[in-house]
Nanobody
């Protein structure tokens, strides 16, 4: 059974950092690409970053502006999203997603087959 479980969300002050984790199980992680998405109330789900299967190519949304970093550790079956210099505009539910597609630019929600339940990130003073 494919399962993705996000963790690491919470309440942080503006300017601070968080690291989100996505624990993958039920499938060979090294055969899947991963993406991070977020969805704020009343807004569509938007792509943050993705990391490809073979060459670990990474892509980021324009709003990231160098603040976020995606990484994968296949040995630990975990994908990470490090987020620095958070602002209130980053407040959203953050989701991890997986797909066995081999392209490098998988930035749309419809590119992914499996999703986690999400973790809430709230940036507020």
């Amino acid at each position: 059974q494919v399962q993705l479980v996000e963790s690491g969300g919470g309440l942080v002050q503006p300017g601070n950092s968080l690291r989100l984790s996505c624990a993958a199980s039920g499938f060979p992680m090294d055969a899947y690409a991963f993406g991070w998405f977020r969805q704020a109330p009343g807004k569509e789900r938007e792509g943050i970053s993705c990391i490809a299967i073979h060459d670990y190519t990474t892509v980021y949304g324009d709003f990231v502006r160098g603040r976020f970093t995606i990484a994968r550790d296949n040995a630990k079956n975990t994908v990470y999203l490090r987020m620095n210099n958070l602002t209130p505009e980053d407040t959203a539910v953050y989701y991890c997603a997986a797909t066995d597609r081999t392209e490098s630019m998988l930035r749309r929600p419809q590119d992914y087959d499996y999703w986690g339940q999400g973790t809430q990130v709230t940036v507020s003073s």
